[in-house]
């Protein structure tokens, strides 16, 4: 069998769960104004995610942030995402994407103005994290959104390929906005008022879906799951500075019990935040293995390259905006299109289309810090930008393929929520390699580029392994 029948599925789901009729929407839904709203929103939060990207070197000297600390600078937000994603989703699924959605809009625009005035690492880095909880929020509602404003096939196809445009897009946007304003502090400022606007816009506008399976919340599994990723994002950023400390040890101890810990409550849950026979679906999998490698590879590497580059080639925050926004501009203008390739490539071709993308334009790159040449980083952006294209194209589709229809938003927060983990890890291990090497930063970077196209390589292999049996 090629895929699985949306019975199948369905049944997959839920196994237990006495099944419910879905709510009717509120009113009928505006696809146009839910795609233009979602995208909005999703963008917006890839612009604040992204935003450190370039002013991270004030951000970090107005703070005082040695840089031993300076992972936390960036990987506050993704600590909030891979906390909160799944949650998100399961929540929107059964009391209302809108209604997540809304919230969540809200919830960024405050945080993001709140952390412009931060004075300290850790008050910057609390902002941070809920600025990621917040972006779960908009993140995991919104395919839950689209597949209820497009129900049919070739609808959710385009849906989903312009939602995963703007994720491009916001990553493109985001350093360059960030840069071009007079003072980092401001760029969160404005950031925290677009956020406010969408919200805005969404009130009255967006029509209500939601999938109520007539459980309680599940709020064991919400604790454990959460509690369990804050200890593994935590024992990863710790890690930089030497992985057999007590505290690192402690802290992944601790999250392999809670794990462990959420399992069994999603076992004896009526309504678990996720069905543990969705470990079957090799679609789901590869679905979680893409979004993993993904952020572990293309994030890690791109969140901190760009202050690399003002480190060791002299450039300003405007000039390394410019340039990482040919790999970003790239990016976008890739996965708006990519859609076309949907009927005739499968999302998991285009997924190992876009690892080995990467991982071909990172090799390019190797030497060009240095030469102390931009120019060298050149191919290296475009092959790269091309295969974050596929890779933002593809991931959103699969991941609401890969389960029922009404659990997409669960469905894209299991995905995503494994995307941020990644980037975490991948954040904290690019500046380990980058900055602990004797030769200095040019070098520790040439060996954090050999590590992160290999394992784009290994993400390749796997989302193609994990093809479905016929």
Known sequence: MTRFSERTLDEAAAPSAPRTTPDPPQAPPHPRLTLALTSAAT???????????????????????????????????????????????????????????????????????????????????????????????????????????????????????????????????????????????????????????????????????????????????????????????????????????????????????LLAAFAVVERRVRTPMIDLSLLRSRRFLASSAGGLFTGLTVIGLFSFLPALMQRTLGLSAIETAWLVLLWSGLSFAVALQAKRLAGRVAPRWQLAAGFLLHAAGALTMLGALDAGSWVRLLPGFVLGGIGSGLLNAALPLLAVESVPAERAAMGSGAQQTLRYIGSCAGVALTIALATSASGGLAQGTDVAIVVSAALAVVGAVSVVALRERS
Do not use: C, K
Request: zero cysteines; glycine letters at 12%; charged letters at 10%.
């Open 43 to 257: 963008a917006v939060a890839l612009m604040t995610y992204t935003a450190p990207a370039v002013t991270l070197p004030d951000t970090a000297a107005a703070l005082h942030t040695p840089i031993s600390a300076q992972a936390w600078l960036l990987n506050g937000t993704p600590l909030g995402l891979a906390a909160l994603l799944l949650v998100a989703g399961s929540l929107a699924d059964d009391y209302g994407r809108r209604r997540i959605f809304l919230s969540g809009t809200v919830a960024l625009g405050l945080t993001t103005a709140l952390g412009g005035l931060a004075t300290s690492t850790w008050a910057f880095t609390l902002a941070r994290i809920t600025q990621g909880a917040a972006s779960a929020a908009i993140l995991a509602s919104s395919l839950g959104l689209l597949v209820t404003a497009f129900p049919t096939p070739r609808g959710r196809l385009h849906a989903t390929g312009v939602w995963g445009a703007f994720v491009s897009g916001g990553i493109a946007v985001g350093p360059l906005v960030a840069a071009s304003l007079p003072d980092w502090r401001m760029a969160y400022v404005v950031l925290g008022a677009a956020a406010l606007v969408v919200a805005g816009l969404g009130v009255g506008r967006l029509s209500e879906s939601r999938a109520p399976r007539g459980g309680r919340p599940d709020v064991a599994g919400a604790l454990t799951f959460g509690l369990a990723l804050v200890a593994l994002v935590a024992a990863l950023t710790l890690g930089r500075d030497g992985w057999l400390r007590a505290p690192v040890g402690l802290l992944l101890a601790a999250s392999v019990v």
